[in-house]
């Protein structure tokens, strides 16, 4: 579509009179006379040369003429073409291109991941806690590309490991890297909620979520867990809790030798009613996750929940067709000289 600014009007009305002086001059023209066929009999008899001149020779000529006078008539409406198409171009008329853009705040996620001893836990066999849930993480990361993620790792203490970011390659790579005996044992879970809430509070742009894996109870730090909740939800954060593991006996780490960690079962047990609690104080859920599916299921509905709204935004660009023009009021210029050059050739000849 093409569009015109406010400017181009003055344009517009020399179009309108251009046509207009075009069929003037047409009408001004002298008209080229067309021989008779009686006239050309009338100088018959002038002599006996002059027999070759009859009138057949004449009706032919006349038809030449006649089409020769058509086309000499359209020589000049070409150049009235490249003039108008000139002042078209004067105008600056633009192309309209209407564009439809998805736009989102996007969602900022603090990861807070448990790297507690307790972590080595077998009972998601083939593989350990740790393991299972360093994958799942990265599953999840990756389904959200587009949002700035965070990693704080807690143990006995918590630790920023990667600001909100979207560089993922960054991410990915310091998610592999979590292991147990990173940071002293134990299980602060009010200090890491507390670390990641505070590492979300200058992002003022769309939704802020911390997402808290643990397996344990809190028994580490000076935070108490609830007073981190009630501090995410009053700036508007939600907190999404994981519990990880079986309840019951299951093999843990007692000790570590030169060939690997000693085990031995042991009663594991996560505290769901806090976990449930730092949840629903922010509006956000927690979710039990006792096999390595389940897992994968939790941070599917997360994924789910956490879905920033779209607004879809229309634009209209404008791009300029003044030099497209002009190429077009070139060539009826050609087409006009060529058509006067044969008409020069055909008057002279």
């Known amino acids: 579509m093409l569009g015109l600014s406010l400017g181009a009007w003055p344009f517009i009305l020399l179009l309108v009179l251009l046509p207009i002086g075009w069929a ?26 002059d027999r ?23 020589v000049p409406l070409w150049r009235t073409v490249a003039l108008i198409i000139t002042v078209l171009a004067l105008a600056s ?6 564009k439809v853009e998805e736009r989102s705040e996007g969602v900022t996620i603090m990861l807070a991941f448990d790297i507690s001893s307790s972590m080595l836990a077998e009972d998601f066999r083939p593989q350990n806690r740790i393991a299972v849930a360093r994958r799942e993480v990265s ?18 203490e918590a630790l920023t490991v990667v600001p909100g970011t979207l ?18 044992d134990g299980t602060a879970i009010g200090t890491a909620l507390a670390t990641a ?11 802020r979520v911390v997402v808290l894996l643990t397996d344990g109870d809190n028994n580490r730090g000076d935070i108490v867990p609830e007073d981190a909740a009630a501090a995410a939800a009053a700036l508007g954060m939600r907190v999404y809790t994981i519990g990880v593991g079986r309840d019951g006996v299951a093999p843990v780490p007692i000790g570590r030798t030169r060939f690997g960690y000693q085990y031995a079962d042991m009663e594991v047990t996560v505290n769901d009613e806090l976990l449930d609690r730092l949840a629903r104080a922010t509006g956000g859920l927690y979710f039990r996750a006792t096999d390595p599916e389940a897992l994968t299921r939790i941070y599917r509905r997360i994924d789910e929940l956490e879905t920033a709204p779209v607004e879809e935004v229309r634009m209209v660009e404008r791009a ?10 070139l060539a009826a210029l050609v087409v006009e000289l060529i058509g006067s050059a044969t008409r020069a050739r055909r008057v002279f000849a």
């Open 24 to 49: 003037a001059l047409q009408k001004r023209r002298v008209r080229l006379p067309l021989p008779g066929i009686g006239a050309a009999a009338g100088g018959a008899g002038d002599g006996a040369d």
């Open 52 to 74: 070759s001149s009859g009138p057949a020779t004449d009706v032919a000529g006349a038809v030449r003429l006649r089409r020769f006078t058509v086309w000499s008539a359209w």
């Open 93 to 98: 008329p633009v192309r309209l291109v209407e």
């Open 139 to 156: 599953r999840f990361v990756r389904g959200r590309e587009g949002d700035r993620i965070g990693l704080v790792a807690f143990a006995g």
């Open 167 to 184: 560089d993922y390659g960054i991410l990915y790579q310091a998610i592999d890297n979590l292991d147990v005996g990173q940071l002293r």
């Open 197 to 207: 809430v505070n590492r979300l509070r200058s992002i003022e742009e769309g939704s």
């Open 320 to 329: 300029g067709v003044r030099s497209e023009l002009l190429i077009l009021a």
